[in-house]
């Protein structure tokens, strides 16, 4: 029988599965073992339960004004964050393999962190670039020599992984500057609980609800000597930024004050809190605003979105900064194809969570294949996030194609190609059915130098358009939650 043809009962009618992993089913579409229990509940509910799932869900958002914001929307930019009613499940086994995947990657960049500001020995070395590292626009000349708490240069990475063909998860990109979207996995677990209650009770999902807490713990790990109760703000760029409500959820979370570049100042090279009762020392600060509008005496001179002198505070080590000034490196996509070798230098192993294929553009021979085969492969902006920045050849039109072979050949040194991949599908709740739709998945990992914490879980991202492979909410896509499995 050919799998993309096999005939499921309702709500199934639209299901089909063709080419990629899918989930919920294997090639001859029998319901894998994790997800049997959902796939049979599905089948029993009557057809008018999972739209008023879906509903209550869609209400549950709306009521805690979960939303993000779509810049340049001609409908308008505030938007309830897309959330699919049936959740993504991962055995126990394949979570080990990422979690140890996980603290493999952030440890060793960590270490590559400290060393391109400071030795320079991966350089000398010439296991990556000299000239790679120093052009890359978030490398920050005012962070060498400087040292930071624990050596702790990225605390909180949001790493993007992705199920090949294949069944293998393999990472898509780093995300080490101001990762955003967990509050988004935190809420998608509330309202799971919420709308399906029993299913989620009888399945033995491990919690994440202390997510927030461990955020606190590793925060406080960085706090300048000698302060044993440290004060810790959460540093936002204010209600107009994408993630707002993330800020303020997470400020709530922690217990954090949350605030804005004018709520703090510098005085006797010390970072300051204005208060009703009077100044009140910082001593750490979870900062949700890029390096460039941090301090506008060190960076962009136009930004009134930061502290003015806090970078010379911070290099001082009188206040601690999350994640520091500088990790913007290792956040470039052309890097990112180093990553590999970056974690045998230092750890002296191989990866266990591998990269995918990965075409420098800077390199000649490279970028004439690259040029050759643009209706086939993906290229991406090395800085770019949210899906912006990107060429999809086989969903490009020629005068698309044709627009980025003339940008790869101004600046080659911007962009990195990379295969099509098929994303794996999950079923998700579309128009009344279940179809299959594309998903990756992004973790959330905190380093605090001593202690690697990962929730079990992360946010996994639905690219809720039928045939999209881009699942950024700014691009049409939406979220489910994250079930890992105790056994």
């Known amino acids: 029988m050919n799998p993309s043809h096999y005939r499921f009962p309702p709500p199934f009618t639209n299901y089909a599965i063709e080419g990629a992993y899918d989930e919920m089913f294997t090639a001859d579409g029998i319901a894998r073992e994790h997800y049997i229990a959902i796939f049979e509940r599905l089948l029993e509910l009557p057809p008018t339960e999972l739209d008023e799932r879906?509903?209550?869900?869609?209400?549950?958002?709306?009521?805690?004004?979960?939303?993000?914001?779509?810049?340049?929307?001609?409908?308008?930019?505030?938007?309830?964050?897309?959330?699919?009613?049936?959740?993504?499940?991962?055995?126990?086994?394949?979570?080990?393999?990422?979690?140890?995947?996980?603290?493999?990657?952030?440890?060793?960049?960590?270490?590559?962190?400290?060393?391109?500001?400071?030795?320079?020995h991966i350089l000398n070395d010439r296991v990556v670039p000299r000239d790679l590292v120093y052009s890359c626009k978030y490398y920050r000349r005012q962070m060498r020599g400087v040292r930071v708490p624990n050596d702790v240069y990225v605390a909180v990475v949001g790493t993007d992984l992705i199920r090949v063909a294949s069944g293998e998860f393999v990472v898509?990109?780093?995300?080490?500057?101001?990762?955003?979207?967990?509050?988004?996995?935190?809420?998608?677990?509330?309202?799971?609980?919420?709308?399906?209650?029993?299913?989620?009770?009888?399945?033995?999902?491990?919690?994440?609800?202390?997510?927030?807490?461990?955020?606190?713990?590793?925060?406080?790990?960085?706090?300048?000597?000698?302060?044993?109760?440290?004060?810790?703000?959460?540093?936002?760029?204010?209600?107009?930024?994408?993630?707002?409500?993330?800020?303020?959820?997470?400020?709530?979370?922690?217990?954090?004050?949350?605030?804005?570049?004018?709520?703090l100042l510098v005085h006797d090279n010390m970072v300051y809190m204005r208060t009703t009762a009077g100044l009140q020392r910082v001593d750490v600060i979870y900062r949700r605003l890029d390096d460039d509008f941090l301090d506008p005496l060190a960076f962009r001179p136009d930004s009134i979105l930061g502290v003015p002198g806090l970078l010379n505070v911070y290099r001082s080590g009188n206040v601690a900064l999350a994640n520091a000034i500088g990790t913007g490196v290792a956040d470039d996509k052309a890097i990112y194809a180093y990553v590999p070798a970056i974690i045998r230098y230092y750890l002296n192993q191989d990866p266990i969570l591998n990269n995918v294929e990965t075409y420098l553009l800077s390199d000649e021979r490279q970028r004439r294949h690259v040029l050759d085969n643009l209706d086939k492969l993906v290229v991406k902006a090395v800085g770019e996030s949210g899906g912006y920045g990107m060429l999809i050849g086989p969903h490009a039109n020629s005068i698309e194609r044709e627009q980025f072979r003339e940008k790869i050949n101004a600046d080659p040194r911007n962009y990195i190609a990379q295969p099509t991949l098929a994303l794996s599908r999950a079923p998700c709740f579309i128009d009344g059915s279940v179809e299959p739709r594309h998903i990756d998945l992004r973790p959330y990992i905190l380093y605090s130098g001593e202690q690697v914490t990962i929730v079990p879980g992360g946010l996994t991202r639905v690219a809720l358009r039928r045939g999209s492979l881009v699942v950024n909410s700014s691009q049409g896509g939406g979220s489910k939650d994250t079930w890992v499995l105790n056994e």
């Open 54 to 120: 879906q509903q209550a869900a869609d209400l549950s958002f709306l009521n805690q004004g979960i939303t993000f914001t779509v810049y340049g929307a001609d409908e308008g930019t505030e938007r309830i964050f897309p959330y699919d009613l049936l959740p993504r499940i991962i055995p126990s086994a394949e979570w080990d393999v990422i979690e140890r995947g996980l603290a493999q990657r952030i440890t060793a960049l960590n270490l590559f962190m400290k060393d391109i500001y400071h030795d320079g």
């Open 172 to 263: 898509l990109e780093d995300n080490l500057r101001v990762p955003s979207g967990v509050s988004y996995m935190l809420a998608n677990r509330q309202v799971m609980k919420y709308v399906f209650p029993r299913l989620f009770s009888a399945y033995g999902v491990r919690p994440i609800d202390h997510y927030g807490q461990a955020l606190l713990s590793t925060l406080r790990a960085l706090a300048p000597k000698r302060r044993e109760d440290p004060n810790i703000v959460l540093l936002s760029p204010g209600v107009y930024n994408s993630a707002y409500f993330e800020h303020a959820f997470l400020a709530r979370q922690m217990g954090l004050t949350l605030v804005e570049g004018r709520d």
